[in-house]
Each structure stands twice: as structure tokens, then as C-alpha cells.
């Protein structure tokens, strides 16, 4: 059973320490101008609350909903109606979601499944050109093909009706007066506008982020949005099923049909759409039981790593201890070759989850694994029950955000969300971006031999997603961590090294986050090389690791991590403008 009971020391001394640290972060939050991309995060300490985003304003929307009376499920609301404003490349209204949370009273750890899908007029070969070849990713991102049903709208209500404690019309006044009022462009979007990335320079991008005298919008400059003000009041006045009938689902339907490749999207496919509840996959990890929503979500990946690390010497070992960091690539390499062989839509595909978990299945995997680096990369193994399916040819950009909530119940939320690609598909309608979450489907449907993919598109179908919204308890039931990220395929690593940085080798939060991120892929290896200390990344190379610059979307991990004393230590990611606010 979980419990939510936990130590509470020195109560006076540390609520007024967290009470001042609210106050002054809430201050600085006043001026809508977040910290630099560059600035490292502080941990925050708390014993009652606390939440952490990738955006201060988030961050303060979401204190002011706890401190009101307000849940988790609440909070999260106000926090994601924030980003999608704030930081569009990310998440918004027309995105999807995967949600962890923790139920405190009744002991529960439920999974919410707010995953795009696919439209009913959606086949395997959606992404297939003419002549039967894949469609350039930059073609089908910008095609109206690529959105999909949004979903996080729905599972936010879906768990705010059930968990949530004021009135859902109470949640967007933070957002509604952003957006009315302007908010000022903070360093990381404003660098997004001006990216390469084709979506940034898509009609309805630019005329967004187009000032009146012609120039592009810039770090320091107010941003009015008016319109997504207006998507907001119908989504207070109306709930959640506001966007999936009238006017907003008709405004996408409409825009995903322009174009020279027009999606199948249609109101009926709104209609149909349900956000899935489940309880959520958990499995015991050494002294812990780590949980995740089940697939198409990425969770099945972080626990599959996990075991398998569970049967090297990487908990003895360190972050400076490049054998560690070799370890930890091994199995992020056989972790890997088996989701994207067998990961998929479990409601289309039967996705081996037992066999992937198996004690004998990843005790074989885990025999592969040595302190130097195996000069080929894996395959994909056979766990029990697999069926055969085709090598996956999934392009897996990144366009996502994650936060962490503890309320003063107790009650634990774990959230990322996207619009799958910077700034989703390009295409605008009130205010906000449409999705490009279809893409995350393999474009090739089928191997040279006719072996379908697991992952291929298919109507109503969800396409795997790598997002991992973990929390950790002991095995006595009580909250231990929870973390997630950013950052496409990779998100799974950068996922499983923030919990081997904190349950392994015993750091903060931060400082786990903080570690350089390391991605190991078929034969791809890619880090944040700079960051490692001479001697480890020496001793790395020795070992046959050589990782080359990043190629995947930079981490944003943000985590709460429950400290020895009972207390809440928050940690958000450097690479971002994530930080946390607590009572």
C-alpha cells in the first residue's frame, strides 16, 4: 500500500525559511522575466508544496493555485494553460500529454493517457508519397497529415474532475491575464522564433512573432496574445470538451485541410476521442517501485534500463567513474534496440510488456553488458510473448515540456506534455499551434521482407512516444522521487540518469539533473562532452565510448526528490529557464 505520511522536523524554523525563498521567487517571478537559459537552478527545499516547470510563470501559476486551497490536478491546469503561452515550442492546447500521479488518500498511482490520434481516415501509408517512398520529415511535419486528435486538454480534465479541489473556471485566470496583458519573450523562445527550425518559419509562425515595424519579437519584448485569451474563456466557461466541439475543433479541422497534402482530420474524430485512465505500470527496482504510465508511453523504456543496470556495479560506482557511464550506455543501447522494435499502441498491438520485464529475459540482456563498449551495436531481443514485427524507421523529433507537483495532501503529479516538433506543425489557429504528433508514427510501414512495423500509423492509433513521467516510491508504500523530461527519443536517457544520479549515487536533485546528458543508440553515441571532467571523458574514450555532440533536442528534466529529514527537494534543468517554488 502507498502511504503519504512522512517526517516532519523542526517544522517552525524550515516553513519560515521556505515561506521567505516563496516570497522572494515570487518576486522576481512579478516582472515576467525569467532567469537566463545559462543561469543554474537552485534546489528548493519545502515540507508542505511544491512545483516545478520549465518556465517561471508556470511555476508561479501553479503556487498560486496550491496556496488557494488547490490540488495537484489543479495546479497542473493552471501551470499547462501558462506554457502553452509562454513557451509554444513546447506544449499548448492542441497538444498531447502522459501523466503519472499519485493519489495520497486513497493509495493509488494512476496513469493518464492524453496521447494524440490518429484520425479515422489515417493508413499505413500516410506518410508514403506517390511512388510508395517515405515523405521527406520536413514535408510531412508542415503537411496537414501530421496532427493528430489533441489529447492533453482531455486527460487534464479527466483528472481534474476526479482530483481536483476548486472550480475548473478558477484555473486560467494566470494564463487568461498573460496573454491579455502580454508576457515578456524570455531568452529560449526568443531564440526559438528565430531558429532554423522550418516551422519558425511557417506563415502562421512568423505572422505571430512579427512586430508591427516587421522585426521578429525578441528576448525583453511583450508578447500580447489575444486570441489564445480567447481560447481560454471558451475552455473556462465550457470545460475541457470546449476543444473537441464548436468553434476550436472546427478552426483545426479546418486549418489541417489546407495545404497541398491535407490531413483526414475530421469533427467526428474529435467526437470520438477519450483520454485513457489506467492504474500505472509499476515494477520493483533494488529497494524501490518505480511507476510510469504504460506504453505507447516511453515508462517501459526507464524500467527496462533499470533492471538491466541492476545486474552491473553501477550503483557502486560514481558519476566520475567512467566504467558507470559505460554501463549506463550498454543498457541504454539494449534498451533501445528492443523499443523500437515492440513499443507501439497497445490498444492496435500486443505489446510484450511482461516479457520485456522478465527477470530471465533481462538477465540474458543484462550478460551483454561489459565495462567496454561492444563494438556492434545490439539487436533486438526476443522477450516472451513477442510477436514478429519489422525494424522501425521512427523519426522522433522533440518539442516537449515537463513539470512535478507535490500538494500539501500529498498527492504527487507527474506530467510531460507536447506539441511534438518547435512549434508543433507551424500551423496557428486561436492563438495557438496544432500538433505535429503523427510523425511520431514510422513512415515506412513495413521492412523489405512485407514485416509491419509496430509503430506504424493506423486509424485512431496513438504513436509511441519516448515521454517518461516516473515517480519512485520505497517498498513501505511512501513518495521517494519523481522526474521526467524533455528532449525526443533521448528522453528516456535523460530520464534514467537523473534516477541513477539520485537513487544510485545518492545526489540531489539538482546535481543529478545537472550531470551531462549521454545518449547511447544502435551505433549513435552522442553527449554533452564539454561538461564531463577531463579524466572521465578520457576514461570513457578508453573504454571504447567516444561520444560525439548532442543531436537530439537538449534535456529539460525537472524532479522533487524526498530528503532524509522529509522534506521536498526540488531541481529544474540549467539547459532551460525551469525553476522551483515551494512552501
Not at 512495423?453 to 496513438?462: D, H, V
Not at 561538461?531 to 555532440?549: C, Q, S, T, W, Y
Request: charged share 15%.
Amino acid at each position: 500500500m502507498m502511504q503519504s505520511d512522512r517526517a516532519t522536523p523542526d517544522r517552525v524554523l524550515f516553513v519560515a525559511a521556505a515561506a521567505l525563498a516563496v516570497l522572494l521567487s515570487m518576486n522576481a517571478c512579478r516582472s515576467n522575466a525569467p532567469p537566463p537559459a545559462s543561469a543554474p537552478a537552485a534546489s528548493t527545499r519545502a515540507l508542505h508544496a511544491i512545483v516545478v516547470a520549465a518556465n517561471p510563470l508556470a511555476a508561479q501559476a501553479g503556487m498560486r493555485i496550491l496556496q488557494a486551497g488547490g490540488s495537484a490536478a489543479d495546479a497542473a491546469v493552471a501551470m499547462q494553460a501558462v506554457l502553452g503561452l509562454v513557451e509554444p515550442q513546447s506544449s499548448g492546447v492542441c497538444g498531447g500529454a502522459f501523466i503519472t500521479y499519485y493519489d495520497a488518500k486513497k493509495n493509488q498511482v494512476l496513469a493518464y493517457n492524453g496521447r494524440e490520434t490518429a484520425p479515422a481516415g489515417a493508413s499505413a501509408d500516410l506518410f508514403l508519397a506517390a511512388d510508395g517512398r517515405p515523405l521527406p520529415f520536413e514535408t510531412a511535419v508542415l503537411s496537414g497529415r501530421s496532427t493528430g486528435v489533441p489529447g492533453a486538454i482531455a486527460a487534464l480534465g479527466l483528472l481534474q474532475h476526479e482530483h481536483g479541489k476548486l472550480a475548473w473556471r478558477a484555473l486560467f485566470a494566470d494564463a487568461q491575464r498573460l496573454a491579455t496583458d502580454g508576457f515578456t519573450v524570455s531568452p529560449r523562445l526568443a531564440g526559438m522564433i528565430t531558429s532554423r527550425a522550418l516551422q519558425a518559419s511557417a506563415p502562421d509562425a512568423v505572422r505571430y512573432f512579427t512586430k508591427d515595424d516587421g522585426s521578429r519579437y525578441r528576448s525583453g519584448d511583450l508578447l500580447r496574445n489575444p486570441a489564445y485569451a480567447e481560447t481560454l474563456r471558451l475552455l473556462a466557461d465550457g470545460g475541457a470538451g470546449a476543444l473537441y466541439r464548436g468553434k476550436l475543433a472546427q478552426d483545426i479541422v479546418n486549418r489541417v485541410h489546407q495545404g497541398d497534402l491535407p490531413g483526414t482530420l475530421s469533427l467526428a474524430d474529435f467526437a470520438r476521442y477519450r483520454p485513457i485512465e489506467t492504474p500505472a505500470l509499476c515494477h520493483d527496482w533494488q529497494q524501490y517501485r518505480v511507476c510510469a504510465p504504460p506504453p505507447p508511453a516511453g515508462g517501459i523504456g526507464v524500467l527496462q534500463a533499470l533492471l538491466l543496470l541492476s545486474h552491473t556495479d553501477i550503483a557502486a560506482r560514481s558519476a566520475d567513474d567512467p566504467v558507470g557511464w559505460v554501463e549506463f550506455a550498454e543498457a541504454l543501447r539494449l534498451m533501445y534496440a528492443d523499443r523500437d522494435r515492440y513499443v507501439a499502441d497497445p490498444a492496435v498491438i500486443d505489446v510484450p510488456l511482461a516479457g520485456l520485464l522478465d527477470p530471465a529475459y533481462i538477465q540474458s540482456r543484462a550478460a551483454l553488458i561489459g565495462t567496454h563498449v561492444a563494438a556492434l551495436p545490439p539487436r533486438a531481443g526476443q522477450p516472451p510473448g513477442a510477436r514478429r514485427y519489422g525494424p522501425d524507421h521512427t523519426a522522433e523529433p522533440g518539442g516537449t515540456t515537463h513539470l512535478v507537483i507535490v500538494d500539501e495532501a500529498g498527492n504527487v503529479l507527474s506530467m510531460t506534455t507536447t506539441v511534438e516538433s518547435i512549434f508543433g506543425s507551424g500551423r496557428m489557429v486561436d492563438g495557438f499551434f496544432l500538433n505535429n504528433q503523427l510523425t511520431d508514427f514510422s513512415f515506412s510501414p513495413l521492412d523489405a521482407n512485407g514485416a509491419p512495423a509496430a509503430n506504424a500509423p493506423g486509424p485512431g492509433k496513438r504513436p509511441r512516444s519516448a515521454m517518461s513521467p516516473m515517480i519512485v516510491f520505497d517498498h513501505d508504500g511512501h513518495f521517494v522521487a519523481a522526474t521526467g523530461s524533455a528532449g525526443g527519443p533521448a528522453i528516456i536517457a535523460y530520464v534514467l540518469k537523473t534516477l541513477i544520479g539520485t537513487l544510485d549515487w545518492h545526489m540531489s536533485m539538482q546535481a543529478a539533473i545537472s550531470l551531462p546528458n549521454l545518449i547511447a543508440h544502435g551505433d549513435h553515441f552522442t553527449a554533452e562532452s564539454p561538461k564531463f571532467a577531463p579524466e572521465v571523458l578520457n576514461g570513457m574514450i578508453a573504454h571504447g565510448l567516444d561520444p560525439r555532440p548532442v543531436q537530439y533536442e537538449e534535456s529539460g528534466l525537472t524532479g522533487v526528490l524526498v530528503r532524509a529529514d522529509g522534506s521536498y527537494e526540488g531541481g529544474a534543468d540549467p539547459r532551460r529557464e525551469g525553476v522551483a517554488l515551494s512552501y
